[in-house]
Every structure is written in C-alpha cells, then in structure tokens.
C-alpha cells in the first residue's frame, strides 16, 4: 500500500549559507550577532527587497504601479529602501506616515487608508498634501475644514467595502459588514458628499483581504475591483485618476504551500491595463503589497539558552519567542497553529536528527516558536532562526509582555 507523506516544507533558499553558517547581506550569522551585540534580532536583507521588487516588476505590466504598504514592516531604514524601490508607500496612521515622509517618499505618491483616522490625523494629512483614502461619510468634512484652515486642497479616493470577497484569503478586509471602507452601495452619495464639499478626488481604493496563495482567487477579485470601480466612476465628481487594486499576494509559511505563481496576474492586470485606457482613460492602476515585498527578506535570530527533556520531548529554550514573533507562535490570527520554516543558523550543513519543540522565555505556553520540529542537534549558544519573519514581526508583537528586552533590528 501506499503511504503519503505528510507535507513539508518549501526548501529556504532565499539566503545562502558559507560553512555551514547562514549568510545575511554578506555577513555570516554568528559575525552578525556579534556586530548587533544582543540576540534576539530580526535581520532584513536589502539586496533580496530589490531583488524581490525588480522581480515582480519584471512579471507586472509596466503601466502598473507599485506601492509598498508600510503596516507589513514599518522599520525606518527599511522603509526608506523600500521608498527607492517603489513608486509610493500607503501609509495607515499618522505615525506612520511621520515615518514615510523622513524616508524621502513624495507626497505625491502616499496614500492614507484607515478606519478611524482622528480629526488631527486627517489635518496632517492635508498638511503633508498625501492623499487620503476616504473610509466614512464623517471624514468629508472634517477634511473639507482641514483643507479651508490650511489653503490647501484635501486629495481623496474613496475606499470601497466591495460587495464580494477574496476568495482563499487569509485574512478576509472586505466583502459583508466591515469597519473598511464605506459599502460599495453607499458610495454615489459619498461621491455627492465629496463633490459638494470641495474635495479633490482622484480614484478608488479597494482592498479585499491577505496572504493569498491562490493567483485565480487574486485576478477574480481584481477583475470584479475594476468592474465596481468602472460603475462606480459614473457618479464620480471629476474623472478617476488612480485606481488602487489593493494586493493580497501572499508568500508560503506553512508546510505543502507554494510561491504563488505571479504569470496569471500579470497577464490579467495587462488586460485590466488594457481596458482602462477606454473605461478609465486617465487612470493610473496601483496595487499595494507588504507582505509580499518585505516578508521573505527578514529572519527572526533567537538563542537558545537551554535545552531540556521533558517526558521524552526535547525543548531548547530560547531568548526569543511570542513577545518579539506573535505570528510565528501561531497567535496573530492564525486558526490552526503551523510552524514557520526553521534553521538552525549557524549549523545549516548539519543534518536534521533530532525532534524538538523550540519555546521562548515567557511563563505560558503560546510560546512556541516550532512545536516538534526535526532539526539539526542544538546546543546552548546556537543560533535558532525563523525564516519569512520580514512581514508583521517587531511592530506587530506585543513587546512589553512579561518585560523583556526589545528586539533589535538590522537591515543588512
Ligand atoms: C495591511 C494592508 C495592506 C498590506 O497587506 P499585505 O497582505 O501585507 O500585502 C495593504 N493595504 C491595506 C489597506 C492594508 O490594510
């Protein structure tokens, strides 16, 4: 009889490895460690953020635009690389977009999606001339003030809660009742509201949910994106100058899942392209990736502190776990805990023998970064590392719990 395999992961081999150590930006990772002085750390690789855009530009037509969504990897340095790379950053709160301003980002190119953005937030945002995705009928006049206060014109698109969903998505931000956007049938008197109070408004955003593997689940909801934005058009004030598709390109974390295959999307955004030079003639179509641009980039470097046998389990006790890595512990939203692709960094030409569970430091037992994994033998002072760690890791991780010291970060 047959027996199946269970799944495994996808080979890492997005950073290469010199006697036997991980290599990152050139710098083998025990050196690495050093030079950051502390574990745990995340480390972001620039040559691998260029290489990943220029690739997707490559399978991309190129009258579409690129805008790096900065929620996935807010890290200063990394934003300001990632300014270089794309052709705007898409910024979700005044925080952030203080941070894509120093990175050198123009204005021009900034867009602000959020559900409750403060009446300040929305001023700076004026203030800063960025363009600001309407997400609620209470913003049009806290802007239209703004805009009087100030001398200057209030740049909006309208944010759409699309009457369908992304179908495989991970995480689901439009389609039914949603806090996004304002319901796709509530937005011509939106339009209304915008024309009348003087706004100045340039397209639609429409962003349907995340970390999609599924290229056929991302051309429907671009198809049907582009289809409501063209209805939608008709009750627009002034003609739709920028249409955000919103992203949703997911990468493989988990056992059995795939890169996903970049060539249908390509060719249907051509065809999108292609249409909207007689439905939407001025329009300039975007769509906005984090996760897909930074995620493969960045490695999450704990150490392991301790080894321990519990009842026939093996556990290396890290200084790393749940309070820097939320998601790779399985608790940001995830309903099924995996395990995210592991190494033992500074043993890559060791073989994988002995079963283990790798644990953080916290009293609780969500604080698992790989629960029974097979890797190389580890000891105290070894480097344990979590691949795909570029994306919603440091600043989406509740650092202050139990008290530890904040993570590092390096963009190397
Ligand atoms: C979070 C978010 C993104 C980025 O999503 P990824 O899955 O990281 O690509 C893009 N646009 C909006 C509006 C978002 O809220």
Do not use: W
């Amino acid at each position: 009889m047959e027996t199946r395999k269970p799944p495994a992961h996808t080979p890492m081999t997005q950073f290469a490895s010199h006697e036997g150590e991980l290599v990152v930006g050139g710098i083998p990772l025990t050196r690495l460690a050093a030079r950051v002085g502390r574990t745990p750390f995340y480390a972001y690789d620039r040559s691998l953020l260029t290489a990943r855009v220029q690739q997707l530009r490559a399978a991309l037509p190129p009258a579409v635009k690129l805008h790096y969504a900065m929620k996935a990897n807010p890290m200063p340095a990394l934003v300001g690389h990632m300014a270089t790379l794309v052709d705007g950053i898409d910024v979700a709160s005044a925080g952030e977009l203080m941070v894509a301003l120093d990175a050198g980002a123009d204005p021009q190119e900034i867009s602000f999606a959020g559900p409750g953005k403060t009446e300040t937030e929305l001023r700076q945002a004026v203030a800063a001339g960025i363009l600001i995705n309407v997400e609620s009928f209470r913003e049009v006049p806290l802007l239209a003030a703004a805009a009087k206060e100030l001398g200057m014109p209030a740049r909006v698109a309208v944010r759409v809660n699309p009457d369908f969903e992304l179908k495989s998505s991970g995480m689901k931000m439009g389609g039914g009742p949603k806090q996004f956007g304002v319901d796709a049938e509530q937005v011509p008197e939106l339009l209304a509201a915008i024309g009348k109070a003087g706004l100045v408004f340039e397209g639609f955003h429409l962003f349907a949910g995340s970390q999609n593997l599924k290229p056929e689940s991302i051309v429907e909801a671009q198809q049907k994106s582009f289809a409501l934005a063209c209805k939608l058009a008709e009750h627009a004030p002034s003609p739709v100058k920028f249409l955000n598709l919103g992203g949703g390109f997911g990468i493989p974390y988990f056992p059995g899942e795939q890169i996903l295959d970049l060539a249908p999307i390509g060719a249907n955004l051509a065809d999108i392209v292609d249409q909207a030079h007689t439905a939407l003639p001025q329009a300039e179509i975007v769509i906005e990736l984090g996760r897909y641009l930074v995620g493969e980039a960045g490695l999450y470097v704990s150490r392991v502190i301790d080894k321990k046998v519990s009842r026939g389990q093996t556990y290396l006790v890290t200084d790393g776990g749940l309070h820097h890595h939320l998601s790779a512990s399985g608790n940001f939203g995830q309903v099924i805990r995996k395990n995210y692709p592991a190494a033992v960094g500074n043993r890559m030409e060791a073989a994988d023998t002995e079963n283990v569970s790798v644990v953080g430091p916290l009293c609780t037992p969500l604080d698992l970064l790989a629960d029974k994994m097979t890797l190389p033998a580890a000891e105290p002072g070894d480097l344990v590392v979590i691949y795909q760690s570029g994306a919603y890791g440091a600043s989406a991780s509740p650092q202050g719990f139990l008290g530890h010291p904040a993570v590092m970060e390096v963009l190397v």
